[in-house]
C-alpha cells in the first residue's frame, strides 16, 4: 500500500486493518491526489473496514501501519476501538510521548496496545527514497 | 449543524470552517448513522472545505466547533493547517492538556491558535438533554 502511494506521488504510508487474521480494510496515504487533509492511509483503512463490518467499532481488531501514526490517525484509531496498533517505522518526533497519550485517552473508556511490527527497514527505506527523490525534483 | 445532529440520534457537536467570514463547510456528527468512527462535525465540515477550496490546505481559515475537539479532530485541524480553533463547550476530560499538545505538535511546523467562542450555554444544553434522554430510553 505504501509503494502504490509512492507510484502516485504521495508520502508513502499504508495501512491494513485486519480482523481474526483476515484484512478487512486497506488504504494509502491519497491527501495530494483527493486535496483531502483528512487522507491519510490509517483514515481510509479505518473506513473501508467500518463499512465492511457496517458498525463504527472495529473491536477485536488489528491496524497495521508503515510509519508511526499522527495525532489525527492515532485518535482515529481509539475512536475506532482498535485493539493494538503496530507500526514498522518510527516518527522522528516519536519521543514526544504523544502518540500514548491519544491512544489511552481519558476520554475514551478504551486503550489501544501499542506494538511494532516487521518491515521497518523496507518503510523507512521506501520515505527516503520518496524524499530524496523529491529534493531532487524540488532543485532542478 | 448540532442540533441537527441531535435530531439524528447522534451525540449533538456541529462544526463550521470559515474563511474571509464566509462558512466554507460545515457538518455535524453522523457516526452512528453512517456507522463510520471517523465522521465526527469536525472531519465533515473539515472535507467539504477542502472540497470548496480544492486544496487540503486551509490556510486562513477558522473552525468553530460547539464542543472541544476528540484527538482525531484536533489532528485533523492541525493536519489542515487550519489557523484557529474556537469551541464553546468543555470537554470533560480537558484538563489533560492533550489538545495544546496536538495542536502544537512537533511534527507540523504549524501551530493552531485556540480561542473560546460564544454559544457554551446551548452547546452544553443540547448535549446535557440529548444524554438525559439517551438514559431515559435506556432505562425503560
Aim: hydrophobic share 40%; proline share 2%.
Amino acid at each position: 500500500m505504501a509503494e502504490k502511494a509512492a507510484k502516485q506521488g504521495e508520502i508513502p504510508v499504508g495501512a491494513v486493518v485486519v480482523k481474526d487474521g483476515k484484512i478487512i480494510g486497506k488504504g494509502f496515504n491519497q491527501r495530494e491526489r483527493k486535496q483531502l487533509a483528512t487522507k491519510h492511509a490509517e483514515i481510509v483503512a479505518i473506513e473501508k473496514a467500518c463499512k465492511r463490518l457496517k458498525s463504527w467499532r472495529l473491536d477485536g481488531c488489528q491496524i497495521y501501519v508503515t510509519l508511526e501514526p499522527c495525532p489525527m490517525c492515532a485518535g482515529a484509531i481509539a475512536n475506532a476501538r482498535i485493539d493494538t496498533l503496530l507500526f514498522a517505522a518510527e516518527e522522528k518526533t516519536s519521543s514526544d510521548g504523544l502518540l500514548q497519550s491519544i491512544l489511552s485517552s481519558l476520554r475514551l473508556n478504551h486503550k489501544v496496545e501499542v506494538k511494532r511490527c516487521e518491515g521497518k527497514e523496507d518503510a523507512q527505506l521506501l520515505l527516503q527514497n520518496f524524499f530524496k527523490e523529491k529534493r531532487k525534483k524540488s532543485s532542478k
